[in-house]
């Protein structure tokens, strides 16, 4: 199957995971419901007489921004998993390898126990302070990294990250334990759910993602020189330095903004770029984009298992991607280690 006839299958399955997210449910909807739902939210279309106010409500304010949250913190995960897997040439590397996810959570566990808002933006003030701790922690990462190695090599950037990340989590233990009465909030939060987003934190991912997608995509050709190694694209002319911060930074504004949204919800970083690898091939131009329908379609029906297998309670849906990313990953790590 030619590359083109491959993404379009690959958009198509994408439409159809958004399409059973948003119909399965306690109340089951058909497609043609679907269809004149969104024909009379988008285009002003009178709705057939059996469809009723109820039914409506259920699909436009809860399952439909529901579904498309998901799409897109799973595409922004999945996007940023394949920056870092290049970028660090480790087949197991991941924004939460330098402490995105440990950033995002200690300062959102300190709003959840203070119970600070923002005097305007009270709604946002959790989503806010978790990204600006997943990028606060990335960044000083990257800075530590520097004073031990002013090229930034692979393997520092990984231990560096990796021994923060450990200590962020050491700090957020600390938070957890001092306030008891918080404990059940604070670990359904890290274990991630789409259950309270809307439209507007819908509108808040779709211009990072689309803006990061562009960026990513003009750096296409210095991600596929990295993947071959650093000396490679240094003799290729590639300003390694500026280069890798720039790549890394975008990774994390897209792994902190879905963090700060959703929780922390791991493995889909991981699993999306090893698969969609196998099938597109190593071209950037095609694994980035790929790679983001990928992570969103997944991220879509991991959710939609986490709400109807247990129903009516419902899972989390870091719970549900680390039950299939826990066994993808030891695969992955294990082949690796016979090659």
């Not at 709705?47 to 409500?57: A, F, H, M, Q, R």
């Not at 921004?65 to 087949?91: E, H, K, Y």
């Not at 596929?224 to 240094?234: I, N, S, V």
């Amino acid at each position: 199957m030619r590359l083109k006839a491959r993404m379009a299958a690959l958009a198509a399955l994408a439409l159809i995971a958004l399409a059973l997210g948003a119909a399965i449910g306690s109340v089951g909807v058909s497609p043609r419901t679907l269809i004149d739902v969104l024909a009379n939210k988008l285009f002003g279309a009178a709705l057939p007489e059996d469809v009723s106010d109820i039914t409506v409500s259920i699909l436009w304010t809860i399952r439909f921004p529901r579904a498309v949250c998901a799409f897109l913190i799973g595409a922004a995960l999945a996007a940023s998993g394949t920056v870092m897997q290049s970028v660090l040439r480790n087949p197991l590397a991941s924004s939460y390898t330098l402490g995105v996810s440990s950033g995002a959570s200690l300062l959102a566990a300190v709003v959840i126990v203070t119970g600070f808002t923002l005097p305007v933006l009270e709604r946002y003030t959790l989503p806010l302070f978790g990204f600006l701790g997943g990028l606060g922690t990335v960044f000083l990462a990257m800075a530590l990294a520097m004073r031990f190695n002013r090229n930034l090599e692979n393997q520092t950037v990984i231990l560096v990250g990796m021994v923060l990340s450990l200590f962020v989590n050491a700090l957020l233990t600390l938070v957890t334990a001092l306030s008891a009465e918080r404990l059940s909030q604070l670990v359904f939060w890290q274990m991630g759910s789409f259950s309270a987003l809307t439209w507007a934190d819908a509108g808040l991912v779709l211009p990072v993602l689309l803006l990061s997608l562009v960026v990513l995509l003009r750096y296409s050709r210095e991600l596929d020189l990295m993947t071959f190694g650093e000396e490679q694209a240094l003799s290729a002319g590639v300003d390694l330095r500026r280069v890798k911060f720039l790549l890394i930074a975008v990774s994390a504004l897209l792994t902190g903004t879905a963090v700060s949204l959703a929780g922390v919800i791991g493995f889909v970083d991981l699993i999306a770029p090893h698969v969609v690898r196998r099938i597109f091939g190593s071209n950037h131009r095609a694994v980035v984009p790929m790679s983001a329908l990928f992570g969103g379609a997944f991220m879509v029906l991991a959710d939609l298992l986490a709400r109807t297998v247990l129903a009516p309670q419902e899972l989390p849906v870091g719970a549900v991607t680390a039950l299939i990313g826990a066994p993808f990953f030891a695969y992955v790590y294990f082949r690796r280690e016979r090659r």
